[in-house]
């Protein structure tokens, strides 16, 4: 409840933040997908944290899931195709004040925006980025991503994909300054809340790469894992995320991991019998970019006209 | 050998007056020429005179030695009078090896009025093919009628540094200074300044090696000069074109810059990333020329106006990019300086071939402002009011300079600082209720913008055609409205234009008009066909997008227009359909007449005489054909 600390005492807060104050209008997407589930979590997560909707940032890219700053009613940045995250970086860079998220898919991220992507992994700027991975292109209705199955049957290749499926976590983990990668299901919302929140209490890049479901393109690849929960591998550690028991007690197949261990969870991460969920890495130690984008952003306009003048003196004649 | 060869111990003559000279120093990469280059503008400009250099760079980091592409140095023309371009052949060249004046010479650098000062070294080269290069260059040099002075310069600094290549570039300053009758103790002032960093040793060397070349001159040149003063009373800057946009990008109170090193644009971002912190300031190295505008888009949208700096192949990859800013309405600062093209082009040299990518490169309709300074100190200038223009009217400002502004340097009026060039602060103030993202003005098109922290102002910028409160709409009649708003704009921009100032009369025969860095080539060639009798004029055009205003008014009163830039066209009458040169293009469609064009590729900025040539050829008063210029307009 609002407000209600602990020792039963109330603090009145003059702005409270209920899940209507981020809901914004009818998501679009088709019934069963994953996306609905990914946005109310996060919804939860900024009325849990009551996050100020003008002080939070949703910047996406292109593609079903890049619709999402659409159904937030924050300020949004629904780009271009593969650019969410020089978008991103650029609004944290001078204004370290915004709380970021970026929504992204497979192809988004993994392929248009491959580049980028390694890069905002090693800028380490702290925000959230969640990887809607369906393992197909939804929006332009059936083609193969970097994430497809090999086998996968899709209208660029009919007979299957001829390729073995890029794993973005073993990407991620293998950027250097790499400081959070985790993964979850987008039905079990439980789970998926606490790797969400995890992500964002995380100081630095946090990638979170969600098993998505698209009923309509690419259902059979997380149909088993649906009905099988031994086909879902939890990894959990004292030191990784604190999920529920409600989120939790499905899963036997199990794996104890030291989130710290980056060796390690490139083992988990990489394995491709079972959908490995749970906190794989992080480490707030490393370097965090807009901690040095943002020097000097209080500097005042006589500084600015000081440093000017001293500029000109050094080409004066 | 040359006419005016001359024996150890020549008497000192008594110094010749002159209103300007264009002096060369070239040589190998590597060889100091642009230290000494900078250094003797330096002195010259803090003497008086009136300077414009020009760096001759090679596109390779270390050419070969004595290579003719590898022709490295620094070309300076000073005057006692303010210096608006590199003017045309250079009347004194010192040399360090005689191939890399056939770099020049394949530049039509040189004439008959040069004297050419040449190392002789290689006369004695123990390597035999250097010695009959070297040879067969002086007969050919002495053929074409230059006018070459042999100098032991080698032998000479052997006697102060161990290895004297390492030295020749100040002993050449030295000569140089003697030439001109500069003030060794202020030349003496700038050597300590410009080697301060390596420390006292180093200084005291180059002063011993100033004072030899003073003295070796004295010895082996018959001739001096004196170039009057000019009388200007105001402080003065001098640095070249990039780092008056830096400068410019500080003082309009931007304080981000993302860039991807490109030539010949990064030597802005260079001086920046040194300095900008004092400002509060931030240079950002991105990961590609995409991300490099993704990210200034980023901290646009946030409220923080942005700046990019690119040229020719970057401008290629910010397209998608720019086309949001224009659909989404984010001011940006995009500063393209222009280079030879197309695709990698010619990197490190001058062209005016980008215009139509700024006017058009974006699908559907993109319209922009775009500006093109047409001086070093417009450069500085444009900055300031591009960021502003950005903010006023919710767009990207493209500010096109080139090759040839970014690397010259000459002198302007110090700028009296002013706290209003500055951005203001980012509004976090609540946002009025009920105000949409896009609440266009109908006749302007201006709306305001939220910027993120302002509360009750949340919207989700998009790319997608969008109503007004910035919701995604595929109807007709949104997108038409949006179209018609970004578009009005640019007519509301325009309303508040004046007409541009027509260089000479008023009216006349012929109209040249020119855009960017031609400015200070093209008035000088008007004033000397005017000083010839002919009946010209000119007019420079600052604002490209929107359109300056008057032109038809202007245009009317001459009886052929004609555009010069350096750019390709299809020589008029060429073929059946000649295509025109770029500003051409954009004032035929726009003012629906026809206009005349004369453009060239030659990777080098136009010299006066060059385009008094084009003047008279226009005019009927030369025969055209036989014309260089029109040889070089074929692009043969």
Redesign the interface.
């Known amino acids: 409840m609002f407000g209600l600390k602990q020792d039963w005492s109330l603090d009145v807060l003059p702005r409270y933040f209920t899940l209507d104050d981020y809901e914004?209008?009818v998501p679009r997407w088709c019934a069963g997908c994953g996306d609905h589930g990914i946005l109310t979590t996060v919804q939860r997560i900024c009325r849990d944290k009551q996050l100020?909707?003008?002080?939070t940032?949703?910047?996406s890219g292109i593609g079903c899931s890049s619709r999402f700053?659409?159904y937030?009613?924050?300020?949004?940045?629904?780009?271009?195709h593969g650019?969410a995250?020089?978008?991103?970086?650029?609004?944290?860079?001078?204004?370290p004040?915004?709380d970021v998220w970026v929504a992204t898919g497979d192809g988004d991220c993994c392929s248009i925006g491959a580049?980028?992507w390694?890069?905002a992994v090693r800028y380490n700027m702290d925000m959230v980025a969640i990887l809607f991975d369906n393992n197909v292109y939804a929006l332009t209705k059936k083609q193969s991503s970097p994430t497809s199955q090999i086998g996968q049957s899709t209208n660029t290749h009919p007979k299957g994909a001829p390729l073995p499926p890029l794993n973005p976590s073993t990407t991620t983990l293998s950027i250097t300054n790499c400081s959070f990668v985790a993964q979850t299901v987008d039905w079990n919302p439980v789970h998926m809340h606490e790797t969400l929140k995890a992500a964002h209490e995380h100081k630095g890049f946090s990638f979170v790469r969600i098993f998505q479901r698209c009923p309509v393109f690419s259902e059979e690849c997380f149909a088993e894992a649906q009905t099988d929960p031994d086909l879902v591998q939890l990894v959990e550690h004292d030191n990784g995320l604190q999920v529920s028991e409600s989120g939790t007690r499905i899963y036997k197949n199990r794996r104890t991991h030291d989130p710290s261990d980056l060796v390690q969870a490139m083992a988990v991460s990489n394995q491709t019998d079972v959908l490995p969920i749970g906190l794989l890495y992080q480490n707030e130690t490393m370097p965090i970019y807009n901690e040095?984008?943002?020097?000097?952003?209080?500097?005042t306009?006589e500084?600015?006209?000081?440093?000017?003048?001293?500029?000109?003196d050094r080409?004066?004649? | 050998m040359s006419k005016a060869t001359t024996k150890n111990g020549t008497a000192q003559t008594k110094p010749q007056t002159i209103d300007e000279h264009i002096v060369e120093i070239v040589c190998d990469s590597g060889e100091g020429a642009q230290k000494a280059g900078t250094l003797f503008a330096t002195i010259s400009a803090k003497m008086g005179n009136g300077i414009w250099t020009v760096e001759i760079i090679p596109a390779e980091i270390k050419p070969p030695a004595r290579s003719r592409e590898g022709a490295s140095g620094n070309r300076i023309r000073v005057g006692s009078k303010e210096m608006t371009n590199a003017g045309d052949e250079a009347n004194l060249v010192v040399a360090l090896n005689e191939q890399v004046l056939y770099g020049r010479l394949s530049q039509d650098a040189y004439g008959p009025e040069t004297t050419i000062l040449l190392e002789s070294v290689w006369a004695t080269d123990p390597d035999a093919n250097i010695r009959d290069a070297y040879t067969a260059a002086l007969a050919d040099f002495s053929a074409r009628g230059l006018n070459v002075i042999e100098l032991p310069i080698h032998e000479a600094c052997s006697e102060l540094m161990t290895d004297p290549r390492l030295g020749k570039n100040i002993f050449v300053l030295g000569i140089l200074c003697y030439i001109y009758q500069r003030d060794t103790a202020l030349a003496k002032q700038e050597i300590a300044n410009i080697f301060a960093k390596k420390g006292e040793k180093v200084i005291s060397t180059n002063h011993a090696l100033l004072d030899a070349g003073v003295e070796f001159a004295i010895k082996h040149i018959p001739f001096t000069y004196t170039i009057p003063n000019m009388d200007v009373t105001d402080d003065q800057v001098v640095m070249n074109g990039n780092v008056a946009v830096a400068l410019g990008v500080m003082a309009s109170g931007m304080d981000m810059v993302s860039m991807y090193p490109i030539t010949p644009a990064t030597s802005a971002s260079h001086y920046l990333a040194g300095v900008f912190d004092q400002a509060g300031g931030f240079v950002h190295q991105a990961e590609d020329e995409i991300a490099a505008i993704g990210f200034a888009l980023g901290a646009s949208y946030a409220g923080k106006t942005a700046c990019t700096i690119t040229s020719g192949p970057g401008m290629a990859l910010k397209t998608e990019f720019i086309g949001l800013a224009v659909m989404s309405e984010i001011p940006i600062v995009i500063v393209n300086v222009q280079r030879g093209g197309p695709s990698t082009g010619l990197p490190t040299k001058v062209e005016q071939g980008d215009l139509l990518n700024a006017m058009y490169a974006a699908t559907g309709d993109a319209p922009k402002i775009i500006m093109a300074p047409a001086t070093i100190e417009e450069s500085f200038y444009s900055i300031i009011t591009a960021r502003q223009l950005a903010e006023a009217f919710r767009t990207p400002v493209i500010v096109l300079t080139d090759a040839n502004l970014a690397t010259g340097q000459t002198l302007y009026k110090r700028p009296v600082t002013k706290e209003d060039w500055l951005a203001p602060p980012i509004d976090q103030s609540d946002w009025h209720a009920g105000t949409p993202a896009y609440a266009w003005n109908e006749e302007t098109g201006i709306s305001p913008r939220p910027i993120p922290g302002q509360k009750g102002g949340e919207y989700v910028l998009t790319g997608l055609a969008h109503t007004p409160e910035s919701h995604v709409a595929y109807n007709p009649q949104a997108n038409q409205v949006g179209c018609d708003m970004r578009s009005r704009k640019i007519a509301a921009l325009e309303q508040t234009f004046t007409p541009p100032k027509v260089h000479g009369d008023e009216s006349g025969d012929l109209l040249i008009v020119g855009w960017g860095s031609t400015l200070g080539a093209i008035e000088e060639a008007v004033d000397r066909a005017r000083a010839k009798g002919h009946k010209v004029s000119s007019v420079h055009l600052r604002y490209l997008s929107p359109m300056e205003v008057g032109l038809e008014e202007i245009f009317a009163k001459f009886k052929k227009v004609m555009t010069v830039e350096i750019n390709y066209s299809d020589p008029m009458g060429s073929v059946a359909h000649p295509r025109p040169s770029q500003l051409a293009m954009m004032l035929r469609a726009h003012l629906m007449q026809e206009v005349d064009f004369w453009s060239i590729v030659p990777g080098q900025p136009l010299g006066p005489n060059q385009i008094v040539g084009v003047i008279e050829d226009k005019l009927g008063t030369t025969k055209p054909s036989k014309k260089k210029n029109e040889k070089a307009g074929a692009g043969k």
């Open positions: 914004s209008s100020l909707p003008e002080k940032v949703c910047v700053p659409h937030m009613s924050t300020y949004g940045f629904h780009g271009l650019r995250f020089p978008v991103a970086c650029g609004i944290k860079s001078r204004r004040d915004l580049g980028h390694v890069h040095y984008s943002s020097v000097g952003i209080n500097s306009p500084d600015k006209i000081n440093a000017l003048n001293h500029q000109l080409f004066a004649i």
